[in-house]
């Protein structure tokens, strides 16, 4: 596998040094430990609230494109004309610009979620069933990955992981190329905001995405097989199980989902190409 593209860590917004204490045979030793930011990232669209994130308060500016396009906001990144980011001391809040079209649907149809969405849910505030449910799209067509391409993409991805390193406390999502060289990664204490970051790096042209597959260090959930279709990704991969939900999802978008079996195989569980086979 090819050296992916190093990123430096804004380590000093990411983690934090703090005091500890071991008790080693009855005595207590004094430690200090590495310890991942959580921080509340409220997004505002034109100047009007949607919702309150706890996130990792680094690459705000790809987790709010990339925020705005899973959620529906925007199509593309280039529908945001301006992303502004303000520290407080509550938290930070981030500005995204809405034009054109994509203003009219945000205002007509607005609504504000009504709770703090936190790192671990995808769907806070969410007031009635029918909001889960997203108008049916699906992505492109992907070749089948070898099971080789799938276990080095992984073990690969760990050695770009500086804040899971520090801390044992977070999320990482990469967009890998077909010939396994990890492209780009990012992450979160919050496996949804990996994911956003790593959808919004990409919008922004950080790294191509016409060839690939997104590798995701977590369980593999509805929301993040949801998130995955909205940015057009043609096959995901996570380190965690699917649940029923995201396989159904996956079928039905035509998305390429695998995942690892407890004894780290890789299982295919929705394959569209097969269909095909005679």
């Not at 934090?16 to 071991?22: G, K």
Request: hydrophobic share 40%; glycine share 8%; charged share 20%.
């Amino acid at each position: 596998m090819n050296q992916p593209l190093q990123r430096d860590l804004q380590a000093d917004l990411a983690s934090v040094v703090v005091p500890a204490t071991a008790d080693q045979g009855g005595v207590q030793t004094p430690r200090l430990v590495c310890i991942a930011e959580e921080t509340p990232v409220a997004f505002r669209y034109s100047g009007f609230a949607h919702a309150v994130m706890m996130a990792t308060p680094c690459d705000l500016e790809d987790f709010a494109a990339g925020f705005s396009i899973s959620e529906g906001v925007i199509d593309y990144f280039r529908d945001c004309h301006a992303i502004s980011v303000s520290h407080r001391v509550e938290g930070i809040t981030v500005d995204i610009a809405l034009t054109g079209r994509d203003l009219h649907c945000y205002l007509a149809g607005r609504r504000i979620r009504q709770m703090r969405g936190h790192t671990s849910c995808g769907l806070c505030g969410v007031e009635e069933l029918e909001d889960v449910a997203r108008p049916q799209t699906r992505v492109p067509p992907a070749p089948l990955l070898e099971d080789d391409l799938i276990v080095a993409a992984l073990g690969g991805l760990r050695q770009w992981q500086p804040l899971s390193r520090l801390t044992r406390c977070a999320h990482a999502s990469a967009w890998v190329s077909w010939d396994g060289n990890l492209h780009t990664v990012r992450e979160d204490v919050g496996r949804h905001n990996s994911l956003d970051k790593l959808i919004g790096a990409l919008a922004r042209g950080r790294a191509p995405r016409d060839d690939g597959f997104c590798v995701v260090t977590s369980r593999c959930s509805f929301e993040m097989v949801q998130k995955a279709i909205a940015a057009g990704f043609p096959s995901l991969v996570s380190a965690g199980a699917p649940t029923a939900q995201a396989i159904r999802l996956a079928e039905a978008a035509g998305l390429t989902l695998y995942s690892l079996s407890h004894d780290g195989e890789p299982l295919l569980f929705t394959s569209p190409s097969q269909k095909n086979d005679p």
